[in-house]
């Protein structure tokens, strides 16, 4: 079995991009892409900056292709109700919009197989393809990933051991290294970008919309910051309140965000909502009538929770996550020396995962070359007593024994050196013995 790794990710791709290529339904696309006939295996790994498929597969090359084939087609049926899409669009000029975008996402999409796959899990898994170096969440993230696929039935043995092992990797970095020491999230980036804007955040008001995960990290970088007031609006109500309690603010119901963006100095939004929810309109008219200074908004939610239009009203500076790279930059520079700690570690682990596989591949060989022994034992025996005739209980018993021991010393020995080359990494052997004993099963 072999490993496949296709991503989206923050290194080469906008958040347009990001939003085009994102599963909606992420539960169904491990499930779709499982049920792909050259996939064994599958989790998708999507976060706020990354979509990254993980694939068992016998056949890489094949898998690769029927992968990027569903990717693309569900893709451009999302472009299809895009809302630059009118229903009256030509379907010369919809055509068009289609290959465009499709050639875009090809240009974005990376891939690594086999050994070049599994460095990337463990890297990803100890924070060094964050956006924000260092940063924890992407751990649980791919723990939460993985546990999605299992529950899906997508995950068997061969990804459930690189899985656990990579997620032992993750938190062996986080023990050893000080990676993540002092490490900002993609929120607490959001609310440095503010500050930036603004000079200050004391005495200034803030608005979190969302209070799931992201808000969550959002609300832990605004404590401490002096604010004059903060306010969350959260579209269950009860969890808003939660986080606004917590922060010794105010909840605001989703039909009055308008109210608080006018006496909002910053407005941050990290909502899972699949589509805008602050559009041009809604701004200006909260504008009406405002006393304060210019208005910052800062738009973590992906798919983007402000329409782009807004940056274009004067008074206000819109960002998104495209708008923390600087930061991300900064952060990576200063984390470049437990970088190469960190580095260390998993190739060290990236060692004796390989060894691992090696041992699951080896196993299956070895079971098959017991069974295929087994088989002949058995017709063999058969044959031996129908020319002997009649035989006894206890004649039969003796030659079914024999024949289990000739059978168990012959193939014990060819076994034992299967399993040490596996041992010694020696791949040219196993695959070898993989062509002499599995090609036809």
Not at 22 to 48: G, N
Not at 80 to 108: G, N
Not at 138 to 143: F, S
Not at 386 to 405: F, P, Q, T
């Amino acid at each position: 079995m072999h490993t496949i790794n296709i991503r989206v990710t923050h290194h080469r791709a906008d958040i347009p991009t990001l939003e085009a290529i994102a599963f909606p339904d992420a539960k169904r696309a491990v499930k779709e892409i499982s049920s792909l006939p050259s996939v064994k295996e599958c989790v998708v790994v999507q976060t706020c900056n990354r979509m990254e498929i993980f694939a068992a597969a016998e056949d890489v090359d094949v898998a690769y292709h029927d992968i990027i084939d569903y990717v693309m087609d569900r893709s451009i049926s999302r472009m299809k109700e895009h809302p630059h899409v009118r229903p009256d669009t030509p379907p010369e000029k919809l055509l068009e919009h289609m290959i465009d975008s499709s050639k875009r996402l090809h240009d974005v999409i990376e891939t690594d197989f086999h050994m070049a796959a599994l460095s990337h899990l463990l890297r990803l898994v100890s924070g060094l393809e964050s956006m924000i170096v260092g940063e924890d969440q992407i751990l649980g993230q791919v723990r939460d990933s993985y546990n999605l696929a299992y529950a899906s039935n997508a995950v068997g043995p061969f990804f459930k051991n690189i899985f656990t092992k990579a997620i032992n990797v993750g938190k062996r970095v986080r023990t050893e290294t000080e990676i993540n020491k002092g490490a900002v999230s993609i929120g607490s980036a959001a609310v440095e970008l503010a500050e930036g804007q603004l000079s200050t955040l004391t005495g200034k008001t803030a608005l979190l919309i969302g209070a799931g995960d992201m808000g969550i990290l959002v609300a832990k970088s605004l404590e401490g910051r002096e604010l004059e007031g903060i306010f969350v609006a959260n579209r269950t109500y009860e969890r808003g309140l939660a986080l606004a309690e917590e922060l010794g603010g105010r909840v605001l119901r989703f039909e009055e965000i308008q109210a608080g963006m006018r006496g909002a100095d910053l407005v941050i939004t990290a909502s899972k909502a699949p589509h805008a929810l602050i559009t041009r309109e809604r701004v200006q008219e909260a504008l009406q009538g405002r006393t304060r200074g210019e208005l910052v908004i800062v738009d973590v939610g992906i798919p983007r929770n402000v329409d782009a239009e807004v940056g274009s009203i004067p008074g206000v500076k819109l960002f998104n996550i495209d708008g923390l790279r600087e930061i991300a930059e900064r952060n990576r520079r200063l984390r470049e020396r437990e970088a190469a700690k960190v580095m260390a570690i998993i190739e060290e682990e990236t060692a004796l995962l390989l060894k691992q596989i090696y041992h699951i591949d080896v196993e299956e060989i070895v079971k098959t070359i017991f069974e295929d022994a087994e088989e002949v034992r058995r017709k063999e025996v058969e044959r031996a007593l129908r020319m002997l005739g009649e035989v006894g209980e206890k004649e039969r018993a003796v030659i079914e024994d024999l024949s289990k021991v000739l059978v168990k010393r012959s193939v014990a020995p060819i076994a034992g050196k299967i399993r040490r080359a596996a041992e010694k990494g020696d791949s040219t052997s196993i695959k070898m013995v993989e062509r002499l004993f599995l090609e036809d099963k």
